[in-house]
């Protein structure tokens, strides 16, 4: 019922900031809270950022609370995350992910992209 796509990743230094983008498709899009997550390489997929549709309430991760943002577009039926300050820790996959719970768990999302890479250099 929602389709999910990110973009926006790239390469980028240390200190540097980027906007990954999320659009998604699905007539009740506006009606589903959304969230970002995260997978570096060998870990486990991790909670970065939530955004609550019906509140506009949004909520952090501790480990980029400060240097991120979540925004949507409903008009545009789409999401962001405004990173800044990138750590190289911050290099993962980033994914877009939809539920009907304002949630911080995997399992919370039955809805994701296939992914953007991000890559923060030393």
């Known amino acids: 019922q929602v389709q999910l796509v990110e973009s926006g990743g790239g390469l980028v230094q240390a200190g540097g900031s980027l906007r990954l983008s999320c659009a998604a498709s699905g007539r009740t899009f506006s009606r589903y809270h959304m969230g970002w997550f995260r997978q570096a390489p060998g870990k486990e997929r991790e909670f970065v950022a939530a955004s609550s549709w019906s509140t506009g309430s949004t909520y952090l991760a501790d480990s980029v609370k400060g240097r991120f943002t979540i925004s949507r577009d409903s008009a545009k039926n789409m999401v962001f995350l405004q990173m800044s300050s990138l750590k190289p820790e911050d290099t993962a996959v980033y994914y877009c992910?939809?539920?009907?719970?304002?949630?911080?768990?995997?399992?919370?999302?039955?809805?994701w992209g296939q992914g953007t890479q991000v890559t923060v250099s030393s």
């Open positions: 992910a939809a539920g009907s719970l304002f949630a911080t768990t995997r399992a919370s999302y039955p809805y």
